[in-house]
């Protein structure tokens, strides 16, 4: 490729909404330019690097033996019926009628639509398993769309679904999967940890994230130094931090502190450490009769230590709350506590409610909560003598840096990742609801057994950039560069010796299969350097007639502080060597 006949758009300022260092630096770099909202063209220099990623992926995929096919954009709303997701998806699916008034939608995921093309097509065990994949656009009508690729509306994704006979095999599919994705991302040069998640909206039981770490990234993840335990916050174990309930010490007492709603500001004001306070929180879940009519609300009290926060994600996961919870309503609060929020706790209630306690929390003793009067809290509380045992004892809060790790390996550690791939066991949770049979041994039918399996193409480029960036511009690992060499002719078009010694270089890289760029188009130094850098060559070459009157050139990996010089035939060895490391 040579620069000239190629879109070198690069800006100097990045636009003013731009957000974060990816956003900034794809615009700079000319890769991508907006067009609304959270909707973007990718430009030539940045498609380069999808298809870079999508052969990997590719690759990888059929290794594994999965089959590649292409499922619409527009799906129609019967099939999403079938699953109930018409209703449930929300407004982040983008809902439209064709001219028939007939609905539709611009695809999300293409659980339903994969399913159908299995109901009809996998008749029998015999044709199982079958994996197939897509690498599709997707969109996703976020409210509020932000930081360029990393959470646009429009994006590519690769989706793969597997079928199986049953849940021996699926939990082989997911393994080869799983593995398939640790190969994808070593080859994409991306530090990542694969950590244990929640399932989300998609469901299912069994599910790891594939996340790219960077200080910038939105999810919390988990992880122990000392050992392979890894996951993300929402789903990560807290153990308790008390080995047993240590016998009461301190009578209770009703204790004053005005204007103190806050676990914080009551332990600053009774000068004792937050960890000996215990923070309420009410949820209600609303109940049905047999016919599926409300039929009234049951509150419940959530107690976490003062310094801890309550994870949201682990309490839908506990029975009483699967079917759906809601944080109490004030008049509901009133009724049962008889005060309103900032001074609750769980002795004296005006109305019984049901009691979830953390495990630490279970094991405290002479500890301190709100007082269900206004100004007032409890000191010296104690279960058994002041209160009642819970009603549950659960894993209800966010771990915190340095507690146990939960396979007694050492203490757990916390860092930032951008998710940027996810596998799901799915079970039958859509072959079920679509009724998707084959017909196994016995010849009965029997329900697919699922996976899902996801990696965000477009958001590969986003968060690699976020890993990798300095105050120049993009540090590309050199699979998904754009290209992989650049050569700089110093006085293109003033010296015949450095036209002749650039091209015969660049002819030679390209006929062995290296991604070359030659920069033909006569600018100053400074402005090549500039715009490679931004753009982030992982390879340059520069030639000059200066250092051709030595017989040498210089030669710049991008993460280098300083270019070396190289006898010319000695150029395309080091290049080699350089890319082969």
């Known amino acids: 490729m040579r620069a000239s006949q190629y879109l070198i758009s690069t800006l100097k300022e990045a636009p003013s909404d731009a957000e974060v260092t990816s956003q900034k630096l794809m615009l700079r770099a000319g890769m991508i330019r907006k067009v609304a909202a959270g909707i973007y063209s990718y430009m030539p220099i940045g498609l380069r690097s999808i298809r870079k990623v999508e052969a990997i992926i590719r690759e990888e995929m059929n290794r594994a033996g999965a089959m590649e096919l292409t499922m619409p954009m527009v799906q129609p709303a019967e099939l999403w019926d079938e699953t109930g997701r018409w209703d449930k998806m929300g407004p982040e699916m983008l809902r439209f009628k064709d001219r028939h008034e007939r609905d539709f939608a611009l695809q999300p995921t293409s659980e339903e639509v994969v399913t159908d093309i299995a109901r009809q097509e996998l008749k029998s065990y015999r044709q199982l398993p079958k994996n197939f994949y897509q690498i599709q656009t997707k969109f996703r009508d976020e409210r509020r769309p932000r930081f360029g ?72 993840i988990v992880y122990c130094p000392d050992s392979d335990y890894a996951a993300n916050i929402e789903l990560a174990e807290a153990v308790s931090l008390l080995a047993s309930r240590a016998p009461a010490s301190q009578a209770l007492e009703k204790t004053p502190t005005p204007g103190k709603a806050t676990c914080e500001d009551v332990a600053a004001l009774l000068g004792v450490p937050l960890e000996t306070t215990v923070k309420s929180l009410v949820l209600a ?121 939960p396979d007694g390996k050492g203490v757990l550690a916390i860092q930032r990742g951008i998710e940027v791939g996810h596998v799901f066991y799915l079970g039958t949770k859509y072959s079920a609801a679509m009724n998707a049979t084959f017909l196994d041994e016995d010849g009965r039918p029997k329900h697919f057994e699922m996976g899902c399996y996801g990696i965000g193409v477009t958001r590969i480029l986003g968060a690699a950039i976020e890993q990798n960036n300095d105050e120049r511009g993009i540090l590309w690992p050199t699979a998904i560069a754009p290209f992989e060499v650049v050569i ?80 010319v035939d000695q150029l395309e060895p080091l290049i080699r060597e350089r890319l082969a490391a």
Not at 189 to 200: F, I, K, N, S
Not at 517 to 542: S, T, Y
Request: charged share 30%; aromatic share 8%.
């Open 285 to 405: 879940t609303d109940d049905v009769d047999e016919a599926g009519h409300p039929n009234g609300s049951t509150v419940w009290l959530l107690l976490v230590r003062g310094d801890h926060a309550l994870n949201e994600v682990k309490v839908g996961k506990l029975d009483p709350f699967k079917a759906g919870f809601r944080f109490a309503t004030e008049a509901e609060i009133v009724e049962h506590f008889g005060c309103k929020p900032g001074y609750l706790g769980p002795i004296g209630l005006k109305q019984p409610v049901k009691v979830i306690a953390d495990r630490t929390v279970a094991n405290m003793a002479d500890f301190i909560c709100g007082a269900n009067a206004e100004d007032f809290h409890l000191t010296g509380a104690n279960w058994g003598r002041d209160l009642p045992e819970p009603d549950l004892v659960a894993d209800i809060r966010d771990v915190v840096e340095g507690n146990p790790s």
């Open 149 to 220: 690729v990393m959470r646009g509306r429009e994006f590519t994704m690769k989706d793969a679904y597997s079928f199986d006979r049953n849940e021996e095999a699926a939990g082989r599919s997911y393994d080869a999967m799983y593995a398939a994705y640790t190969r994808i991302f070593d080859r994409l040069g991306l530090e990542y940890r694969a950590v244990a998640a929640d399932t989300g909206a998609i469901g299912g039981d069994r599910s790891h994230e594939f996340q790219v770490i960077a200080d910038t990234g939105e999810d919390a």
């Open 488 to 567: 700089c002719p110093v006085g293109w078009s003033k010296s015949d010796e450095v036209r002749e010694r650039a091209t015969a270089l660049y002819e030679s890289l390209r006929a062995t299969g290296i991604d070359v760029i030659l920069d033909d188009r006569n600018e100053r130094p400074g402005v090549m350097f500039a715009d490679w850098e931004l753009i982030g060559v992982p390879h340059r070459v520069v030639i000059g007639d200066r250092g051709l009157k030595e017989g040498v050139a210089e030669y710049q990996a991008r993460t280098d502080a300083e270019a070396v010089k190289v006898p």
